[in-house]
Protein backbone atom coordinates (compact mmCIF):
# COMPACT_ATOMS: atom_id res chain seq x y z
CA UNK A 1 0.00 0.00 0.00
CA UNK A 2 1.89 2.89 -1.51
CA UNK A 3 -0.26 5.38 -0.59
CA UNK A 4 -0.92 4.29 3.12
CA UNK A 5 2.95 3.57 4.20
CA UNK A 6 2.54 3.82 7.94
CA UNK A 7 -0.47 1.28 8.17
CA UNK A 8 1.48 -1.00 6.07
CA UNK A 9 4.13 -0.95 8.27
CA UNK A 10 1.85 -1.94 11.45
CA UNK A 11 0.22 -4.99 9.38
CA UNK A 12 2.34 -8.45 10.65
CA UNK A 13 4.87 -9.35 7.50
CA UNK A 14 2.69 -12.78 7.67
CA UNK A 15 -0.17 -10.96 6.73
CA UNK A 16 0.71 -8.92 4.14
CA UNK A 17 0.94 -11.99 1.74
CA UNK A 18 -3.48 -12.38 1.87
CA UNK A 19 -5.62 -11.98 -1.09
CA UNK A 20 -7.69 -8.75 -1.20
CA UNK A 21 -11.07 -11.46 -0.33
CA UNK A 22 -8.94 -12.73 1.76
CA UNK A 23 -8.49 -9.11 3.39
CA UNK A 24 -11.78 -7.62 3.07
CA UNK A 25 -14.27 -10.85 4.16
CA UNK A 26 -15.38 -10.17 7.63
CA UNK A 27 -12.69 -7.15 8.22
CA UNK A 28 -9.82 -9.95 8.43
CA UNK A 29 -7.52 -6.55 7.69
CA UNK A 30 -8.46 -5.05 10.41
CA UNK A 31 -7.16 -8.10 13.02
CA UNK A 32 -3.73 -7.85 10.74
CA UNK A 33 -3.29 -4.75 12.48
CA UNK A 34 -0.81 -5.08 15.00
CA UNK A 35 1.74 -2.87 17.85
CA UNK A 36 0.87 0.27 19.05
CA UNK A 37 -1.18 2.86 17.19
CA UNK A 38 0.38 6.36 16.53
CA UNK A 39 -1.53 9.15 14.90
CA UNK A 40 -0.50 8.46 11.24
CA UNK A 41 -1.51 5.00 11.66
CA UNK A 42 -5.15 5.83 12.60
CA UNK A 43 -5.39 8.68 10.33
CA UNK A 44 -4.64 6.06 7.32
CA UNK A 45 -7.19 3.44 8.78
CA UNK A 46 -9.54 5.97 8.88
CA UNK A 47 -8.58 6.64 5.37
CA UNK A 48 -9.03 3.08 3.80
CA UNK A 49 -12.15 2.29 6.44
CA UNK A 50 -13.71 5.00 4.12
CA UNK A 51 -12.68 3.45 0.98
CA UNK A 52 -13.89 -0.02 1.65
CA UNK A 53 -17.36 0.99 3.40
CA UNK A 54 -18.37 1.19 0.03
CA UNK A 55 -16.91 -2.13 -1.16
CA UNK A 56 -19.20 -5.26 -2.29
CA UNK A 57 -16.78 -8.31 -3.21
CA UNK A 58 -18.82 -10.86 -6.19
CA UNK A 59 -16.84 -13.46 -6.13
CA UNK A 60 -19.07 -15.32 -8.27
CA UNK A 61 -17.83 -12.67 -11.13
CA UNK A 62 -14.17 -13.49 -13.08
CA UNK A 63 -11.63 -10.44 -12.24
CA UNK A 64 -11.38 -8.46 -15.96
CA UNK A 65 -8.64 -6.14 -16.43
CA UNK A 66 -10.08 -2.57 -17.11
CA UNK A 67 -7.87 0.26 -18.91
CA UNK A 68 -9.28 3.54 -17.46
CA UNK A 69 -7.81 5.82 -20.07
CA UNK A 70 -10.20 4.19 -23.04
CA UNK A 71 -13.88 4.27 -23.24
CA UNK A 72 -13.68 0.97 -24.26
CA UNK A 73 -11.40 -0.11 -21.02
CA UNK A 74 -9.34 -2.07 -23.20
CA UNK A 75 -5.56 -1.37 -23.59
CA UNK A 76 -3.95 0.22 -26.10
CA UNK A 77 -0.14 1.30 -27.26
CA UNK A 78 -1.46 4.70 -28.17
CA UNK A 79 -3.59 5.78 -24.98
CA UNK A 80 -0.04 4.60 -23.25
CA UNK A 81 1.17 6.89 -24.86
CA UNK A 82 -0.88 9.70 -24.12
CA UNK A 83 -1.13 9.15 -20.75
CA UNK A 84 2.74 10.14 -20.38
CA UNK A 85 1.63 13.59 -21.04
CA UNK A 86 -0.99 14.14 -18.86
CA UNK A 87 -0.38 17.54 -17.08
CA UNK A 88 2.16 18.42 -19.25
CA UNK A 89 2.19 22.18 -20.54
CA UNK A 90 0.78 21.91 -24.55
CA UNK A 91 3.32 23.88 -27.17
CA UNK A 92 0.16 24.43 -29.46
CA UNK A 93 2.64 26.41 -32.20
CA UNK A 94 4.66 22.92 -32.66
CA UNK A 95 3.61 22.25 -36.12
CA UNK A 96 5.21 25.87 -36.89
CA UNK A 97 8.18 24.37 -35.91
CA UNK A 98 8.32 20.31 -36.56
CA UNK A 99 7.12 20.80 -39.84
CA UNK A 100 8.73 23.24 -41.81
CA UNK A 101 11.44 23.25 -44.37
CA UNK A 102 14.04 24.32 -41.81
CA UNK A 103 17.06 21.83 -41.87
CA UNK A 104 16.37 19.54 -38.94
CA UNK A 105 19.11 20.84 -36.46
CA UNK A 106 17.27 24.89 -36.59
CA UNK A 107 14.20 22.82 -36.05
CA UNK A 108 15.85 21.31 -32.89
CA UNK A 109 17.23 24.92 -31.61
CA UNK A 110 13.74 26.45 -32.42
CA UNK A 111 12.22 24.05 -29.99
CA UNK A 112 14.90 24.66 -27.32
CA UNK A 113 14.23 27.94 -28.08
CA UNK A 114 10.30 27.98 -27.44
CA UNK A 115 10.99 26.48 -24.06
CA UNK A 116 13.52 28.27 -23.49
CA UNK A 117 16.68 25.81 -23.04
CA UNK A 118 18.86 27.48 -24.36
CA UNK A 119 22.47 27.81 -22.18
CA UNK A 120 22.02 31.66 -22.19
CA UNK A 121 23.60 33.98 -19.33
CA UNK A 122 20.32 34.07 -17.42
CA UNK A 123 19.96 30.41 -17.56
CA UNK A 124 23.92 29.47 -16.55
CA UNK A 125 22.95 32.30 -13.44
CA UNK A 126 20.21 30.40 -12.16
CA UNK A 127 22.44 27.62 -11.66
CA UNK A 128 25.57 29.07 -10.14
CA UNK A 129 27.60 28.46 -13.36
CA UNK A 130 30.04 31.31 -14.86
CA UNK A 131 28.42 32.91 -17.67
CA UNK A 132 29.30 36.97 -19.11
CA UNK A 133 27.91 40.09 -17.48
CA UNK A 134 26.55 41.31 -20.28
CA UNK A 135 25.32 40.43 -23.64
CA UNK A 136 28.31 39.55 -25.49
CA UNK A 137 27.25 41.54 -28.50
CA UNK A 138 26.05 44.83 -27.22
CA UNK A 139 27.41 45.26 -23.28
CA UNK A 140 24.59 46.81 -22.69
CA UNK A 141 22.01 44.20 -21.07
CA UNK A 142 21.77 41.18 -19.78
CA UNK A 143 22.16 38.06 -22.11
CA UNK A 144 18.72 36.10 -22.40
CA UNK A 145 17.08 34.51 -25.51
CA UNK A 146 14.94 36.51 -26.24
CA UNK A 147 17.69 39.38 -26.19
CA UNK A 148 19.91 37.46 -28.31
CA UNK A 149 17.44 36.74 -31.33
CA UNK A 150 15.21 39.56 -31.08
CA UNK A 151 15.68 42.66 -28.78
CA UNK A 152 19.69 43.34 -29.09
CA UNK A 153 20.89 46.38 -31.43
CA UNK A 154 22.91 44.00 -33.26
CA UNK A 155 20.08 41.39 -33.84
CA UNK A 156 17.57 44.24 -35.13
CA UNK A 157 20.25 44.86 -37.73
CA UNK A 158 21.31 41.55 -39.18
CA UNK A 159 16.88 41.02 -38.96
CA UNK A 160 16.89 44.43 -41.39
CA UNK A 161 19.60 43.87 -43.42
CA UNK A 162 18.00 40.19 -44.57
CA UNK A 163 14.81 41.21 -44.68
CA UNK A 164 15.87 44.10 -47.12
CA UNK A 165 17.96 41.95 -48.81
CA UNK A 166 14.81 39.61 -49.70
CA UNK A 167 12.62 42.40 -49.87
CA UNK A 168 9.99 41.76 -47.03
CA UNK A 169 9.26 45.56 -46.88
CA UNK A 170 5.86 44.78 -44.92
CA UNK A 171 8.37 43.40 -42.27
CA UNK A 172 10.61 45.62 -42.86
CA UNK A 173 8.41 48.60 -41.47
CA UNK A 174 7.33 46.39 -38.72
CA UNK A 175 11.02 45.87 -37.39
CA UNK A 176 11.77 49.89 -37.55
CA UNK A 177 8.69 50.84 -35.68
CA UNK A 178 9.84 48.09 -32.93
CA UNK A 179 13.08 49.40 -33.16
CA UNK A 180 11.82 53.10 -32.63
CA UNK A 181 9.53 52.23 -30.37
CA UNK A 182 11.92 50.37 -27.75
CA UNK A 183 14.66 53.64 -28.22
CA UNK A 184 16.66 51.07 -30.31
CA UNK A 185 18.56 53.97 -32.58
CA UNK A 186 20.13 55.43 -29.33
CA UNK A 187 21.34 51.63 -27.81
CA UNK A 188 22.39 50.94 -31.05
CA UNK A 189 24.64 54.18 -31.48
CA UNK A 190 25.93 53.21 -28.40
CA UNK A 191 26.67 49.85 -29.26
CA UNK A 192 28.19 50.77 -32.25
CA UNK A 193 30.99 53.22 -30.65
CA UNK A 194 31.86 50.49 -28.18
CA UNK A 195 32.54 48.25 -30.76
CA UNK A 196 34.75 50.95 -32.46
CA UNK A 197 36.56 51.13 -29.76
CA UNK A 198 37.20 47.54 -29.20
CA UNK A 199 35.22 46.65 -26.19
CA UNK A 200 32.73 44.57 -28.03
CA UNK A 201 33.72 40.92 -29.33
Known sequence: ???????????????????????????QWISDIKGA?????LIEYLQLWELLSNVELQP????????KFTNSGV????????????????FDPWERIWK???????????????HN??????RLAKRGLNHPPKCPLCDEVDETIDHLL???????????????????KPLLLSWRIIALW??????????????????IL
Open 150 to 168: VSCVFTRQFWFNMLQQFGC
Open 60 to 67: ELEDVHVW
Open 75 to 90: YSTKSAYEVLFIGAIQ
Open 1 to 27: MPHLPHLYGAIATRARKRTVYAAITGG
Open 182 to 199: TGGQEQAAGSLRKFKRGS
Open 100 to 114: SWAPGKCKFFLWLVA
Open 37 to 41: LSLHV
Open 117 to 122: RCWTAD
